[in-house]
């Protein structure tokens, strides 16, 4: 499979399994799981042709780490980023880093200063462990702009975080009082 049609298909699948699985009636369970088979088959009807062996490509060379497989691998979801409420990656929850950071442009910072982050469509806040991390996600609307998270002073703060499978640290909201502008 050559790279365009990875990333096609690894949007295709962001789109299905994050955000539109009635884009090709795919049902997910209550854990966002979806059967591969069922994938397949339905994502033809898009027009959309890929394999198992095209996914497990797609699951192992995805930079992001943005999909998984059930044990068996009979099943995959997204790791997180989610707009569906009624899905549960049942996340537990740990104590993050002393310091996490977000990624951003310019257009999204007086937002921030007046309401600090919030999770808007999506089930979590989405943070980096490290700033090589940010500066790709804020990298994608433009100029990136880094704002570092006090992630312990929240934790001691009563906040929880979770850490998905592809090491995006998630939480419902940052307050402004706990980032760092500069």
């Not at 854990?31 to 996914?55: M, P, Q, R, V």
């Not at 977000?102 to 200063?113: N, P, R, S, Y």
């Amino acid at each position: 499979m050559n790279t365009k049609d990875k990333k096609s298909i690894s949007k295709f699948l962001s789109l299905v399994l994050r955000h539109q699985p009635e884009h090709i009636d795919l049902k997910l369970d209550k854990n966002g799981w979806a059967n591969i088979e069922e994938l397949i088959e339905k994502s033809k009807s898009k027009n959309i042709k890929f394999t198992t062996t095209d996914l497990e490509e797609i699951v192992i060379t995805n930079d992001k780490k943005r999909f998984a497989f059930n044990e068996d691998k009979t099943k995959i979801r997204a790791n997180q980023g989610h707009s569906l409420k009624t899905i549960d990656l049942q996340l537990k929850p740990v104590t993050p880093p002393e310091i996490l950071y977000h990624g951003t442009v310019a257009k999204f910072i007086e937002a921030i200063k007046e309401n600090g982050l919030q999770k808007m469509s999506r089930q979590h806040v989405h943070l980096s462990k490290d700033l090589d991390t940010a500066v790709k996600v804020g990298t994608r609307r433009g100029k990136p702009i880094i704002l570092s998270v006090r992630a312990l002073d929240m934790l001691n703060n009563g906040f929880l975080f979770y850490c998905s499978e592809n090491g995006v640290w998630l939480t419902d909201n940052v307050p402004v009082k706990f980032i760092d502008f500069k």
